[in-house]
């Protein structure tokens, strides 16, 4: 027997207009309460009637988004920007944050085959492919964003260990050598790439492992507090400049350095990745290395769009240039 949309409400305990809202992603549901719906619809095997109006017309002119969490200021800004390019093709979309799960990962993977999508823009919460099967299997169009992989799907990102490469080097070239690299997750292939831009720019500019000092964190209480530690040394030793490869490490470690009762740029300077929306109202303003996320999105929208509507089996890695963007937060020594 087919389940039904009332099955699912049963047992998860809600309503089903909780259920239809949890499922189109278009009005807030809390997550516990997400999570449940999302096990029964798998455990049910329920398939929501979009799909069978689906197969009706053919396309059902809707896209799915997978963000890993909406916490990080950049997400919102792509997000934004995927959305406004989306419109102009006239395509609707549905949202799912899979909050750094690779669980909720794959449900949005089921999910879009059950509501029949036209097509997919992801952003990786993990290098760990084991559960992408899902997605391959489904044969939807997808387009991966911030991640060059070899799994098939066309592939958006920037050139980062060149970016951080020459954020660091900014700061070398301001006469700073005793530099802090504070960087995030590095299983995850981009934050790889960062930390071997940093490396290759103290390699090439003869800056010794004394003098460069390399910290790790995923969140912005770990790098204030590492933060905190570096500005007890004495001032001989202390480092006159940073590298944050998130502009959010750099909040932890502008409140760090004026505790201390330091200041941006007199006694330490900062460069931040990413050009978040705040960065140039941080006080002072941050010099950051930019993450064209207008062009990143109008290009995997593009791509997308390719593929669903003219049939391309394109399999693009495309590198989006970028540059620094020149504030207030270094200075020269």
């Not at 997605?135 to 980062?160: E, Q, Y």
Request: aromatic fraction near 8%; proline fraction near 4%.
């Amino acid at each position: 027997m087919t389940a039904t949309i009332r099955d699912v409400a049963k047992k998860a305990g809600v309503s089903c207009s909780t259920v239809s809202r949890a499922l189109m992603g278009n009005v807030p549901v809390k997550e516990n309460t997400k999570r449940r719906i999302f096990e029964a619809v798998k455990e049910l095997n329920y398939i929501p009637v979009q799909s069978a109006r689906a197969l009706k017309m053919g396309r059902t002119k809707t896209l799915q988004l997978i963000l890993p969490n909406n916490l990080n200021p950049f997400y919102p800004k792509l997000l934004n920007c995927l959305n406004n390019e989306i419109k102009k093709y006239g395509y609707a979309t549905f949202l799912s944050v899979s909050n750094d799960s690779k669980e909720e990962e794959k449900m949005s993977f089921q999910m879009a085959r059950s509501f029949s999508v036209d097509g997919i823009i992801y952003l990786p919460t993990t290098d760990d492919c084991n559960h992408m099967g899902e997605l391959v299997s489904a044969n939807i169009p997808t387009v991966i964003i911030n991640r060059v992989w070899d799994l098939g799907f066309p592939c958006v990102s920037i050139d980062n260990q060149s970016g951080a490469y020459r954020t660091v080097e900014y700061l070398i070239q301001n006469g700073h050598r005793r530099i802090a690299c504070f960087l995030g997750d590095i299983s995850l292939q981009h934050m790889r790439e960062r930390e071997a831009g940093c490396r290759k720019a103290f390699r090439d500019y003869g800056i010794r492992e004394g003098e460069a000092r390399f910290l790790y964190g995923t969140q912005t209480y770990e790098v204030y507090e590492k933060m905190c530690s570096l500005m007890k040394e004495k001032k001989e030793k202390r480092i006159t400049g940073c590298f944050a490869s998130s502009d959010w490490m750099a909040v932890g470690m502008y409140s760090a350095i004026m505790k201390s009762g330091l200041s941006i740029p007199g006694d330490i300077s900062v460069v931040g990745f990413d050009d978040i929306e705040d960065a140039r109202f941080m006080i002072p303003p941050l010099t950051t290395w930019h993450h064209p996320v207008e062009q990143i999105a109008k290009v995997a929208v593009d791509l997308l769009i390719r593929q669903i509507e003219k049939g391309e089996d394109t399999k693009e890695k495309i590198i989006i240039p970028s540059k620094i963007v020149e504030r207030e937060s270094v200075r020269r020594i």
